[in-house]
């Protein structure tokens, strides 16, 4: 993400710059398509994480229940014993 970031950075520092002392003639034509596509490379990586982290945040819950259920059986087993 650092790294996407940094490289969209840079490209506005260059794009300014360019367009300071050339008037824009390199980053005219490429600026907006460079930018909206590493945009768009955030924004998927962005919803990417999202999922992942919702994904590993019900396996966590789910193992977390198991351990209970476990738990919860173990007792009852000695509660019968007795």
């Not at 969209?8 to 008037?23: K, V």
């Amino acid at each position: 993400m650092f790294l996407w970031c940094g490289v969209l950075f840079a490209l506005g520092i260059i794009a300014f710059l360019d367009s300071i002392f050339n008037m824009g003639d390199i980053f005219r034509k490429v600026n907006s398509v460079l930018f909206m596509l590493i945009s768009m490379a955030l924004l998927i990586r962005t919803t990417t994480k999202m999922k992942e982290k919702k994904l590993e945040n019900s396996e966590q819950r789910i193992f977390k229940l198991e351990q209970q259920v476990k738990n919860l059986e173990r007792s009852k087993k000695k509660v019968d014993q007795f």
